[in-house]
T-cell receptor, first 114, second 113 residues
Framework: ETGVTQTPRHLVMGMTNKKSLKCEQH?????MYWYKQSAKKPLELMFV???????ENNSVPSRFSPECPNSSHLFLHLHTLQPEDSALYLCASSQGDGGDTEAFFGQGTRLTVV | DAKTTQPPSMDCAEGRAANLPCNHSTISGNEYVYWYRQIHSQGPQYIIHGLKNNETNEMASLIITEDRKSSTLILPHATLRDTAVYYCIVRIKDGGATNKLIFGTGTLLAVQP
């Protein structure tokens, strides 16, 4: 248990569906991240939020829409996804003050797009 | 952030020390070496980090060469639960407001009974 909780753990959705992934941390961290891990590929950083403000978007398609209502919660809204978007989506958090030593990861949401 | 090179896979016998190498020949003076691991289908887990000196904690030891161009992560007594992908990451610790981590392909350590 890392203190970062992701729900749901597994999700199957059709290409026309809209769904959301949720990430929650009560570690007092101010920075939160979304990563994508496709089969046999390294983790890819998608979005970075610091103090609720998005500070990085790594050319992620607009069918992925993040939301950070407060420092404890991070969402990833999904719509009109493609089968190649099937992957493990990981959320992480860290202190966010630039001097922290480690990031804490959730267990991930295994997404399958059919 | 500097690039790292790791072997794709390694085996280790249970109970023996696992020594995982990492090359980071372009590391700059203010970049730290971090190690994370990812057990199958779970989120990555922080292990240890260092700048110049060797470091040890309850999980592992980190040996950094004097020229800082390479390092070795040592798991002193590997168990089956240490089977995972181990990532060596080089980053500036105070390079920004966030702990943004860029992952490579890592080393798959298989601990054999």
């Amino acid at each position: 248990e890392t203190g970062v909780t992701q729900t749901p753990r597994h999700l199957v959705m059709g290409m026309t569906n809209k769904k959301s992934l949720k990430c929650e941390q009560h570690l007092g961290h101010n920075a939160m991240y979304w990563y994508k891990q496709s089969a046999k590929k390294p983790l890819e950083l998608m979005f970075v939020y610091n103090f609720k403000e998005q500070t990085e978007n790594n050319s992620v398609p607009s069918r992925f829409s993040p939301e950070c209502p407060n420092s404890s919660h991070l969402f990833l809204h999904l719509h009109t996804l493609q089968p190649e978007d099937s992957a493990l989506y990981l959320c992480a958090s860290s202190q966010g003050d630039g001097g922290d030593t480690e990031a804490f990861f959730g267990q991930g949401t295994r997404l399958t797009v059919v | 952030d500097a690039k790292t090179t790791q072997p794709p896979s390694m085996d280790c016998a249970e109970g023996r020390a696992a020594n995982l190498p990492c090359n980071h020949s372009t590391i700059s003076g203010n970049e730290y070496v971090y190690w994370y691991r990812q057990i199958h289908s779970q989120g990555p887990q922080y292990i240890i980090h260092g700048l110049k000196n060797n470091e040890t904690n309850e999980m592992a030891s980190l040996i950094i060469t004097e020229d800082r161009k390479s390092s070795t992560l040592i798991l002193p007594h590997a168990t089956l639960r240490d089977t995972a992908v181990y990532y060596c990451i080089v980053r500036i610790k105070d390079g920004g407001a966030t702990n943004k981590l860029i992952f490579g392909t890592g080393t798959l350590l298989a601990v054999q009974p």
